[in-house]
C-alpha cells in the first residue's frame, strides 16, 4: 500500500519532469538559427515553396501552438517527421535505441563487475599496500571522465595493440540475419556467436570508456560500506561459527553492504547513459546519441526533441527501477 | 614460539594519508601551475607559430625519431603546425574555460543552493524541480543543442558550461546548508535577531566555503573536458584557434598515420582534468578538521 | 584431570605500539564448569574470550602463550583448521541482541548454517535440530520464527535465539560475552536463568565474562578477576565471597550492592588499593620486559 503510494508520488513527479524537459527543449531549439527548410530545397526554390513546406512542418504557427500540435502528437505516439532524414521520429528513435542500451547495459555490467571486483578485493586485503592500490586506482578512474578514457582505449587498444575494433557497431560487410536492433541479444539467442564476437569487439572499447568512472564509484563507495560492515557484531559471530573470511565478506557482508551502492548505481548510470552521447560519436557507434549529435548538426528540430524526450524517458525509467529493486532487497521495507 | 594471529599489517592510518595527501596536493598544483605558465607566457615559449601551416613539413614525427626535422618537438600535424607549440597556445583556452565558466557556475549554482537549502518554502520547491527537470537531460547533448542555438565562440561555451553544470553546485551546496540550517548556532543567530539573508552569508556560507573550494577545482576540470567535447564535435572555437580538444578532432582521425598529434594533447588535457580533480580532493581534505 | 579450557601465558598486545592489553594470563576451566570472567571495562575479560575464539580485532595481536581447546594449542593451527576446530568445539552468547543478528538473512538460515556448511550435517536435519533448541529456549511457534527476519523480533526473543544457535552444534565450550547487559532489566534475569538451565542441561563449559559479581555468585562456580590484563583472583565462587585473596578483589566486592540488604553503603575501590594493584602491574610488566 505505501508502496503504491511512493510509485503513484514517483509517477506524478516524472510528469512534470517530462513536461518541464518537453517544454525547455522545445523553446531552446525553436531560438536556433539557421533555417533547416532553406537546406532541403533547391536554391531556385520560390518563397512559396519555402511556405508550402513550412506549413507542412508547422514552422508557421506560434510557439505555444507548435507545441500543443506536437504535444497532443507524442502523447498519440507520432513524434513527427525528421527533416534531415525524411522518416517518422518515432521509428528512427526506436531503431537507434537499442543500439544504445546494449552499449549501456554492458557498460553498467563491466562497471559493476569491475567495481565489485576491486572492492571486494580492497575489503580482503584492507590494510594493506594492495588496497592503497585500488584506493588510487579508483581516484584516477572517478577523475577522469568517459570521453578521455575512450580517446587512451583506442590509443591502447586501437593503435599499439590493435586487438579490438575501434570504429562502429557492427563489421559493414556482414550479412546480418536480425530482425530486431538489438543486435546482441539476438546473435546470442540465434546461437550465431560469431556476430557476437563481431558485436562484442566493437562494444568493447566503448564500453569500458563509460564503465571505467562508474566502476571507480562504486568500488570506492562499496569498499567503505563493505569495510564499515565488516566491524559489526553479526559478522563477528559468524566468524566464531568457523567461516573464513571470503564466506565472511561474501555471504554476510555484501547482501547488507550493497544497499547504499544500489542507490548511488541508479544516479550514475543515468549519467553514464548521458555519456553514451559523446562516446558513440567517438567511437562512431551507432546509437541514439550519435544520432542525437546529427541532429543537432543538421538543425532537425523534430528529431532533436524526439531524441530529448526518450532520453529522459529513459532517466526517469531508470531511477523508478532502482528505487522498487531497493524496496525489494530491504526485507525492512518489504515488510514495513 | 609465539605465533601472532594470522592477518595485515595495519598502517598508521593517519600519518600515511596525511603524507598521500600532501605528495597529491604538490603533484597536482605543480602541473597546473605548469600549465598556467604555459599559457600566459605562450607568445614568448612556443617555439613555433602555432598557426604556422607548412605542407612540406606535415605529419613530421617528435624529436626522438631520427630523420625528423629540428625545431619541431613533438612533430607536426598534417597541415605542418607544431604540436607543441599548438599545446602550449591551447592551455590559453582551456584555462580561461575553466576558470570563467568554472567560477560562473559555481557562483551561480551555490547560490540558488543555499537559497534552496536554507529558505526552504516554494523558492526550494521551485529551484529542486529545476535541479529534476535538469538532472533529466543528458548534460552532453544539452551543450551541443546550446551551441548550436548560441553559434561558435568562448563566450557561447562558457555559458553552455554554466547552464547544464550549475546544478551539480546547487544539489550538494542546497543538501549542506540544510544540514547547517539545522545546527543551533543558526538557531541562536536566528534568536538573536540577525535577518535571514545575514544569517546565510555570514554564518552558513563560509561553513559550507571548504565544499565550494572543492567542487570549484573539479567543476575547473570538467569546464576543460566540455570545452574539448564541443571542439572535438567540431562546435567550439573558430577552427584556426588551436584547442587541445580541436587537436584531438584532428589527430583521432589520423591516429593510425600520425599518433602524436593525438597523444601528446590527450596527455595534457588528462593530466589537467586529473590534477583538478585531485587538487580539489586534496584541499578537501586540507580543511577536514578529522585529518588535519 | 587438567580442564577443557587451558590458557597459559597468553599476552596480547597492540600491534603498532606493543602495549600490552592482556599480561601473561593464564586460566583453565574444567569441563563442564561454569567460570566468571570479572573485571572492570577495558580490564582485558573480553579480550580472552575474543582470543580464543579468533576474532581479535585487527589492530591488535597475540604476542605469547598457548590456548589449548581440548588437546590442541589453537595458536599452533593453520588459521582454516583453527576456524574449523573452534566452530565445530565453541561457541559465542554475545552482548547485544540487536546487533547480533544479520538484518538481511532469516533466523532459520543463521542458526543452522554451522551445522550444515561447517559440521555437514544435512539441512533437513539441521533444521529440525534448530526447531528444537527453539522450543527448548521457550519461543513460541519455532516454526514461524524461523522464518522471519531479525527485525521482526524482540530483543529477548532475538538473545534466546542467539544462545539456541550457541548451543544448536553440542560445543564443548561456550563463551557468553555480557549476555545480559544489553537487555532490559526484567529480561535479564529470565536470560540469566535460560543460560543456566541450558548449560545445566547440556553439560557445556561455560566461561562468562562480566562485570556483575551479582551474576556471577549466581550461576558460577569458579571465577576470575581481572585487572588492567593482569590476573589478580582466580579461585573458587564459595571462597571468593567467604574471604577473597587479593585487596582489589576485596574491595571489587565492597563496590557491589548486596541482594541481601541493598540499602547497605557501597564503598568505592579506595585509591590505596588501585595504587597497590598499579604497582603489581608494573612489576608484571618490568618482569616481562626483561625476560625478552
Redesign the interface.
Given at each position: 500500500m505505501l508502496l503504491l503510494r511512493t510509485i503513484l508520488a514517483r509517477l506524478a513527479t516524472t510528469a512534470v519532469t517530462l513536461f518541464g524537459v518537453a517544454v525547455i527543449v522545445f523553446v531552446v531549439i525553436r531560438v536556433v538559427p539557421g533555417n533547416p527548410i532553406a537546406m532541403m530545397l533547391p536554391p531556385n526554390a520560390t518563397a512559396a515553396d519555402i511556405d508550402r513546406l513550412r506549413a507542412l512542418y508547422g514552422f508557421d504557427k506560434s510557439i505555444p501552438q507548435q507545441f500543443l500540435i506536437w504535444g497532443w502528437g507524442v502523447l498519440h505516439g507520432d513524434f513527427g517527421t525528421s527533416i534531415s532524414l525524411r522518416q517518422p521520429v518515432l521509428g528512427l528513435v526506436l531503431g537507434r535505441l537499442p543500439a544504445t542500451l546494449e552499449l549501456s547495459v554492458m557498460a553498467l555490467v563491466m562497471a559493476v563487475l569491475l567495481g565489485g571486483v576491486a572492492a571486494l578485493t580492497g575489503t580482503r586485503k584492507r590494510g594493506t599496500r594492495v588496497e592503497a592500490g585500488i584506493d588510487v586506482a579508483n581516484g584516477v578512474a572517478m577523475s577522469v571522465p568517459d570521453f578521455l578514457w575512450g580517446l587512451l582505449l583506442i590509443i591502447l587498444f586501437g593503435v599499439l595493440v590493435p586487438v579490438f575494433q575501434i570504429s562502429g557497431r557492427v563489421t559493414p560487410d556482414l550479412k546480418l540475419p536480425f530482425t530486431t536492433q538489438f543486435y546482441l541479444v539476438e546473435s546470442v539467442l540465434r546461437l550465431r556467436f560469431d556476430l557476437t564476437a563481431d558485436l562484442l569487439s566493437h562494444m568493447f572499447m566503448p564500453a569500458l570508456a563509460l564503465a571505467l568512472p562508474l566502476a571507480a564509484i562504486i568500488g570506492q563507495l562499496l569498499k567503505q560500506s563493505l569495510k564499515e560492515t565488516m566491524h559489526l557484531d553479526y559478522v563477528t559471530l559468524t566468524r566464531t561459527k568457523g567461516y573464513g573470511e571470503n564466506h565472511v565478506i561474501l555471504r554476510e557482508a555484501l547482501p547488507n553492504a550493497i544497499l547504499p551502492t544500489l542507490t548511488l548505481i541508479g544516479v550514475q548510470f543515468t549519467f553514464l547513459i548521458g555519456g553514451t552521447v559523446i562516446v558513440e560519436r567517438l567511437f562512431s557507434y551507432e546509437g541514439l546519441g550519435n544520432m542525437a549529435i546529427d541532429a543537432v548538426i543538421n538543425r532537425d528540430l523534430p528529431l532533436i526533441q524526439g531524441i530529448v524526450i526518450v532520453f529522459a524517458l529513459l532517466f526517469t525509467a531508470v531511477n523508478l527501477v532502482v528505487d522498487m529493486t531497493y524496496a525489494a532487497l530491504n526485507p525492512r521495507l518489504r515488510h514495513a | 614460539m609465539?605465533?601472532?594471529?594470522?592477518?595485515?599489517?595495519?598502517?598508521?592510518g593517519r600519518a600515511a594519508i596525511r603524507r598521500?595527501l600532501g605528495l597529491r596536493l604538490w603533484l597536482s598544483g605543480g602541473w597546473l601551475a605548469l600549465v598556467l605558465l604555459a599559457a600566459l607566457l605562450a607568445p614568448w615559449i612556443s617555439p613555433q607559430d602555432p598557426l604556422a601551416q607548412d605542407l612540406m613539413s606535415g605529419r613530421l614525427p617528435p624529436f626522438w625519431v631520427p630523420q625528423t626535422e629540428p625545431g619541431f618537438w613533438l612533430g607536426t600535424d598534417s597541415l605542418g603546425r607544431d604540436v607543441l607549440s599548438r599545446i602550449i597556445w591551447g592551455a590559453r583556452v582551456a584555462l580561461i574555460v575553466a576558470f570563467v565558466a568554472g567560477t560562473l557556475t559555481a557562483t551561480i549554482g551555490s547560490a540558488l543552493g543555499l537559497i534552496a537549502g536554507y529558505f526552504r518554502g516554494w523558492a526550494d520547491r521551485l529551484i529542486s524541480?529545476?535541479v529534476?527537470?535538469w538532472?533529466?537531460?543528458?548534460?552532453?547533448?544539452f551543450a551541443?543543442?546550446?551551441i548550436?542555438?548560441l553559434?561558435p565562440g568562448l563566450m557561447s561555451i562558457i555559458i553552455a558550461i554554466v547552464v547544464i553544470d550549475w546544478t551539480r553546485f546547487a544539489r550538494v551546496i542546497r543538501a549542506e546548508a540544510m544540514n547547517q540550517g539545522a545546527m543551533d548556532y543558526v538557531a541562536s543567530a536566528q534568536v538573536a535577531g540577525m535577518p535571514r539573508g545575514r544569517i546565510m552569508l555570514a554564518e552558513i556560507l563560509p561553513n559550507v566555503l571548504p565544499t565550494i573550494v572543492a567542487l570549484l577545482s573539479?567543476e575547473m576540470?570538467?569546464s576543460v573536458?566540455v570545452e574539448?567535447?564541443l571542439s572535438?564535435?567540431n562546435?567550439s572555437i573558430s577552427t584556426d584557434q588551436p584547442t587541445w580538444g580541436g587537436m584531438?578532432a584532428e589527430g583521432?582521425i589520423s591516429?593510425?598515420q600520425a599518433?602524436w598529434v593525438?597523444?601528446f594533447p590527450?596527455i595534457a588535457?588528462?593530466l589537467t582534468?586529473?590534477s583538478?580533480?585531485?587538487f580539489g580532493?586534496g584541499l578537501k581534505d586540507r580543511f577536514d578538521p578529522v585529518l588535519r | 584431570m587438567s580442564g577443557y579450557l587451558r590458557i597459559r601465558n597468553l599476552s596480547v598486545a597492540l600491534r603498532d605500539s606493543g602495549a600490552r592489553l592482556l599480561r601473561s594470563v593464564s586460566l583453565e576451566v574444567a569441563a563442564g564448569e561454569v567460570r566468571g570472567l570479572v573485571g572492570e571495562s577495558g580490564a582485558g575479560k573480553s579480550m580472552i574470550g575474543k582470543a580464543v575464539l579468533g576474532i581479535l580485532p585487527r589492530s591488535v595481536e597475540v604476542v605469547e602463550g598457548e590456548i589449548w581447546l581440548g588437546d590442541v594449542d589453537l595458536l599452533r593451527l593453520p588459521p582454516a583448521e583453527r576456524r574449523k576446530r573452534v566452530g565445530a568445539n565453541a561457541a559465542l552468547i554475545p552482548q547485544d541482541p540487536l546487533t547480533a543478528l544479520n538484518p538481511s538473512r532469516r533466523i532459520g538460515g543463521q542458526v543452522t548454517d554451522r551445522l550444515v556448511d561447517i559440521l555437514g550435517w544435512k539441512r533437513a536435519k539441521a533444521e529440525a535440530r534448530a526447531l528444537e533448541l527453539l522450543a527448548e529456549v521457550h519461543i513460541p511457534d519455532p516454526a514461524r520464527v524461523m522464518r522471519s527476519y531479525p527485525h521482526e523480533l524482540s530483543g529477548g526473543m532475538r538473545q534466546r535465539i542467539l544462545i539456541a544457535s550457541a548451543f544448536a552444534a553440542e560445543p564443548r565450550l561456550i563463551i557468553a560475552d555480557e549476555p545480559t547487559t544489553a537487555l532490559d532489566v526484567t529480561v535479564q534475569k529470565q536470560i540469566l536463568r535460560l543460560i543456566a538451565a541450558m548449560q545445566a542441561r547440556h553439560g557445556t563449559t561455560l566461561l562468562f565474562v562480566t562485570h556483575d559479581l551479582g551474576v556471577v555468585s549466581k550461576v558460577c562456580q569458579s571465577l576470575s578477576v581481572l585487572y588492567a590484563g593482569l590476573m589478580v583472583e582466580d579461585t573458587t565462587v564459595a571462597d571468593f565471597f567467604r574471604a577473597p585473596a587479593h585487596p582489589y578483589s576485596a574491595a571489587l566486592l565492597a563496590a557491589t550492592p548486596k541482594y541481601t540488604d541493598p540499602w547497605a553503603s557501597l564503598m568505592p575501590v579506595s585509591e590505596a588499593v588501585i595504587d597497590a594493584v598499579r604497582a603489581e602491574v608494573d612489576a608484571a610488566e618490568t618482569e616481562w620486559r626483561d625476560a625478552r
Open positions: - | 609465539p605465533r601472532s594471529i594470522p592477518g595485515c599489517v595495519m598502517l598508521d598521500r524541480r529545476l529534476d527537470i538532472m533529466a537531460f543528458p548534460p552532453v547533448l551541443i543543442l546550446l548550436a542555438v553559434g573539479l576540470g570538467i573536458i574539448a567535447i572535438f564535435v562546435l584531438i583521432r591516429v593510425h599518433w593525438l597523444v590527450l588535457l588528462f582534468v586529473l583538478f580533480s585531485q580532493e | -
